[in-house]
């Protein structure tokens, strides 16, 4: 992951919001306000995800999220936030690494060819971090991301794996330390 300075992270923020807005302004245009009730619905949906993502006191893990889509990659990510409360006991670098590692290892073998979409819903469950992860798109080579998966984190549980080439769906729990 690349770290982003302060500049940069505005210059990005500026970017995303001037298209909102210059697809809002296009729409008025039109006289198609139902788009527009769309768009900005949309919009306060991602900033109250944005906000209760923030909230999860994972710094590392929260950067890597926020910032995901402003790079290159050959899916997109998408995320929700089910229970947004403070986190305490858990390993911030060590859920960064592992997401870091799962959003390479679908990049290298995700065909970056067609639309491929990376959906993460977060909960916490008691003491558990849960996540309900899908995939929808084309995977090239799906061995390789059952070895990762499969590959032995303390702390981390994987269940319900169903991958194939046309999509990947898995939950995954993270204990407290």
């Known amino acids: 992951m690349r ?8 210059r990005h923020a500026r970017h995303d919001w001037l298209n909102r807005l210059q697809l809002i302004k296009g729409y008025i245009a039109l006289g198609n306000l139902e788009k527009v009730d769309e768009i900005m619905n949309e919009i306060i949906h991602a900033a109250e995800q944005e906000s209760k993502l923030s909230n999860l006191t ?21 995320y929700e936030v089910s229970s947004p409360r403070k986190l305490t006991n858990y390993n911030d ?13 679908i ?16 909960n916490l469950e008691e003491d558990v971090l849960c996540f309900f992860i899908e995939f929808y798109g084309i995977i090239k080579k799906t061995e390789a991301i059952k070895q990762f998966l499969y590959k032995q984190t303390p702390g981390f549980s994987i269940n319900s794996v169903n991958i194939n080439p046309e999509g990947l769906s898995f939950e995954i729990k993270i204990h407290g330390e």
């Open 3 to 10: 770290e982003w300075n302060v500049i940069e992270v505005l």
């Open 93 to 105: 670098e060590k859920i960064f690494q592992w997401f870091s590692n799962m959003f390479q290892v």
């Open 107 to 122: 990049d290298d073998y995700a065909d970056p060819n067609v639309q491929n979409d990376l959906y993460i819903e977060m």
């Open 58 to 78: 994972l710094s590392k893990f929260v950067s890597l999220l926020l910032t995901f889509n402003w790079e290159q990659h050959s899916f997109v990510l998408h």
